[in-house]
């Protein structure tokens, strides 16, 4: 059986030694707390404000307030600062925490689209942080599908033939 990180990394297009560049250097050091939350505001503004009514319904039982805080305190600390998510909310535990939401294929392209555009916006992120970052997002995101396929494999879910199909980006390459 394919692990899910190798999964992630087939439907995204990601090799994991580029998904995981993002720990070659301490980008909440590098880029600052506040990025962080501007990065997490300018994402969910997106989100909450987005033309396709199944993607905004993904998000219909959750403050925009406290998604805000949730990505931006995970962010800091995958990324280098302090344990601000586990410290109020517990382990990551990312598969399990997103076991509410149909995390298909078609969602994950969805949810980078929005932070593809939202990390084009950041003038105070270099391109290098840039690149690591969406290589890091788009591995994860494909991530939760896996974790959300076999979820639905072990619940015996009638498998839909049609369910989040969508191609797969290549990896953006840092310059380093």
Known sequence: MQSLQSKASEWSGVDSRDAFAIDDTNLFEKLGLQTFINLSTNFYNRVY?????????IFANSKKEEAIQNQYEFFVQRMGGPPLY???????ALIGRHRPFPVT?????????????????MTDIDDDSKAKMMNFFRHTAFFL????ELKNQNQGAV??????QGAAMAPVKSEN
């Open 159 to 164: 498998a839909d033939p049609n369910r989040g």
């Open 105 to 121: 294929r078609e969602a994950a392209e969805r949810w980078l689209h929005h932070m593809r555009l939202a990390l084009g916006s």
């Open 49 to 57: 404000d987005d033309d396709e009514e199944w993607f905004r319904s």
């Open 86 to 92: 586990s410290q109020r909310k517990g382990h990551p």
């Open 145 to 148: 599908v896996a974790g959300d």
